[in-house]
């Protein structure tokens, strides 16, 4: 799906039974409204009706319904009686023969009908588009154009609900979100497409059939993501898409190296789930992470790096000269160099409920996809790095209260001064220090927060709308385990970190230290969060991406064709 597709023009929709009839009114119609907009044309009041809700279900505006009186099955009020029902702001016209002025007259009450039209309206000019035309200047004078983007309908506190949202948004694709529960237009779209609402959510394209429960590999196809390596092979091979992967693939492909970059989620990473970074260079009043990936993709893709996503890298092997990366479908990528920038993930908050409740109210890392749908709302942060300050200050912009559960004495500790000061002097948010969270509760959704006093040991169960949890990290090298060498929490070890005394790592066979960004194994370089021992900023990550194309270049110099 092109995201960025010119609006759609509005419909107008010539109606009648008789070919030669039908033929003539379209023709006419085009000649003087094709510009603006699209006719279309159904030779029976049911067909017509079948076009009318695949309109509706795309979103496509409908001007005008042009319907002859006289056909077989629904007649023409007949079918403008339920069109009106989806379209209701539509102007109708009747084609009437001499013998329908009663039907026409009794449907200007029955059906608000704007005008009836004798059959022949020859010469248009004079008998059909003077009245047309009127209809339709009404009709645009009151137009609001409509979204005219993907649509999500499901319930607001469920967890594939809050998938997609949050695949579409990381993946920086507009949508609009109707919430089964208070949207009257939800009802109207599940009734049109036939659900019956026990498969939930229904996504809605411009331009295709609706999605039951799409997976993320489903969307992707369908908005156009690109998931399949172009070549077989690649001077430069980075999986991971934060801002080390991203630096990389923009110094790579700049400098002339084949680059491939292989993304599990969505381009930006952690950064890409920030609201506001206020503390990257050059940007002294902050972006949104959502900008910095936005950015980096346009910069990466320009000069020539291809970006895979979503597509997970799932292992990784040697076979000098070459290096391999296996992908999530199976497929095999070889390279001479392989870059790791696959960073890391909040740890799991391991209390009872918390597996049942992650996505209907209990989230990691996703203030910027639910705050909206915390409005008013009392909402728990909990952790004390500058990432849970963040979402707190985000969150406060829309929830009534927000609450910091903090297992320590105080924000200053972990988190940047300028983000404790603003918490501190902001009326919305409240911070509880020496507090734990011990279990979460709720039906199909969270209610209830069960947290303890770590000083006095004292428990009490609270309300809670949301929790949004930021502790700590995890870093992603399952999938990387026995081939390079990690420290004992699984972070990659580079360079001098992997030299015992004057002994170079097993198996090394070089004649040199593995470089800066080298790991255990010569060709294959790790960077950002996910190295041992890494800055946890976006302007580190970025560095070290950018800073590897150089050993990539050192290493690619020796390496025999
Ligand atoms: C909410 C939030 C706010 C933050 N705010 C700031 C800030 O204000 N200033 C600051 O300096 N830092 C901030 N940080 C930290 C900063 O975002 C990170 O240090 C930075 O993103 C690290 O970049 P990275 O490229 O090393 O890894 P990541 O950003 O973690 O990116 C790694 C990428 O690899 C992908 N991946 C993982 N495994 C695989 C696999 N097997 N196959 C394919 N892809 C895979 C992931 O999906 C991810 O996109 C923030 C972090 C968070 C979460």
Not at 235 to 262: F, H, M, Q, R, W
Request: glycine share 8%; net charge negative; proline share 6%.
């Amino acid at each position: 799906m092109n995201t960025t597709q010119k609006r759609e023009k509005p419909v107008i929709l010539a109606v009648d039974d008789e070919p030669t009839v039908l033929s003539a009114v379209a023709r006419d119609l085009r000649r003087e409204y094709g510009q603006q907009y699209r006719v279309l044309r159904a030779d029976s009041g049911e067909s017509a009706l079948e076009t009318v809700r695949e309109l509706k279900l795309r979103n496509a505006p409908v001007a005008l319904f042009l319907v002859d009186q006289r056909m077989p099955g629904l007649s023409g009020v007949e079918f403008l009686a339920k069109a009106i029902e989806i379209f209701p702001d539509a102007k109708r016209v009747l084609l009437t023969a001499y013998a329908d002025t009663q039907a026409a007259i009794d449907a200007i009450n029955e059906v608000a009908l704007n005008h009836y039209l004798m059959k022949p309206w020859d010469p248009p000019d004079e008998h059909l588009y003077p009245v047309l035309t009127d209809l339709l200047d009404d009709w645009q004078a009151s137009f609001a154009p409509p979204f005219e983007g993907i649509r999500i309908v499901g319930h607001q506190l469920s967890a594939q609900s809050h998938q997609i949202k949050d695949f579409l948004s990381r993946n920086l694709v507009p949508y609009q979100w109707l919430d089964v529960e208070i949207d009257e237009e939800a009802s109207r779209l599940l009734e049109l497409s036939g659900s019956d609402g026990s498969r939930l959510p229904l996504v809605l394209f411009p331009d295709g059939p609706a999605l039951v429960q799409p997976t993320n590999v489903q969307l992707a196809e369908k908005i156009g993501l690109r998931m399949h390596p172009g070549l077989p092979f690649y001077d430069l091979v980075i999986v991971g898409a934060g801002p080390s992967g991203l630096a990389a693939a923009v110094y790579g492909a700049s400098e002339g190296l084949s680059t491939l970059l292989v993304e599990g989620e969505a381009p930006g990473g952690q950064a890409g789930t920030s609201s506001r970074i206020e503390n990257y260079l050059g940007f002294p009043s902050g972006l949104s992470g959502g900008d910095l990936s936005r950015r980096a993709v346009a910069q990466a893709s320009r000069f020539g790096a291809e970006i895979l996503t979503p597509l997970e890298a799932t292992g990784i092997r040697a076979q000098d000269p070459y290096r391999f990366v296996t992908l999530t479908d199976g497929t095999e990528v070889s390279c001479h160099a392989l870059l790791i920038a696959t960073g890391v993930s909040y740890r799991k908050l391991d209390v009872p409920g918390v597996g049942r409740l992650t996505g209907a109210g209990v989230y990691y890392g996703a203030a910027i996809t639910e705050a909206l749908a915390c409005r008013d709302k009392d909402v728990f942060v909990v952790g004390s790095g500058n990432s849970a300050g963040q979402a707190a200050i985000y969150l406060s912009r829309y929830a009534s209260s927000v609450t910091m559960l903090v297992r320590g004495r105080s924000l200053a500790p972990t988190m940047s001064h300028y983000l404790v000061s603003q918490i501190e002097s902001h009326e919305k948010i409240t911070v509880s220090p020496h507090t734990t969270v011990d279990e979460v509760m709720g039906d199909a959704s969270l209610e209830e927060i069960t947290i303890t006093d770590t000083t006095t040991g004292d428990s009490r169960n609270i309300p809670a709308f949301a929790l949004f949890i930021f502790i700590g990290a995890r870093p992603h090298t399952d999938w990387v385990v026995d081939v390079v060498e990690r420290d004992s929490a699984g972070f990659i070890l580079t360079g001098p970190s992997l030299l015992r005394g004057d002994r170079r790592p097993k198996g090394w066979y070089l004649n040199r230290d593995p470089f800066l960004l080298e790991t255990s194994i010569p060709g294959i370089f790790a960077a950002g969060d996910v190295r041992h021992r890494s800055v946890k900023r976006v302007a580190s990550a970025v560095g070290e991406g950018s800073m590897v194309v150089q050993f990539v270049h050192q290493y690619l110099s020796r390496v025999p064709e």
